[in-house]
């Protein structure tokens, strides 16, 4: 599997999911970490793994058939969007809302 870095918060949301569908960290294999979305998408594209990322991020290349959806048990996983905010810019306090809701519902863990 290519994911993202051990503390970004779309590795948490994967962690998170797996664990609901019953996946213990024993149960597969993390080959490479990548620090965003884009590079996690390209190394998919060239074929070197699979992945889970947010609809928003691979809806083209789903369309254009480059890449392939599994269904998961019990329809799709609650993943549909990822905050993206760049270092050291202003969060705005709508954004800072949502990102404070999203720790305490998902933890920080």
Known sequence: ???????????????????ELGLQPQDYTIRLRMEDLESIKAVVLRGL????????????????????EYPFPNGQPPLHSVIVTLGRQAVRPTV???????LHH????
């Open 49 to 68: 793994g699979i992945a889970f990322l947010p609809y928003s991020t691979v809806q083209a290349e789903l369309q254009g058939g480059r890449l392939l």
């Open 96 to 102: 800072g809302r949502f990102v404070d809701f999203l």
């Open 1 to 19: 599997m290519v994911t993202g870095v051990a503390h970004s918060t779309h590795w948490k949301l994967i962690q998170k999911l797996l664990g």
């Open 106 to 109: 998902f933890g920080q863990s």
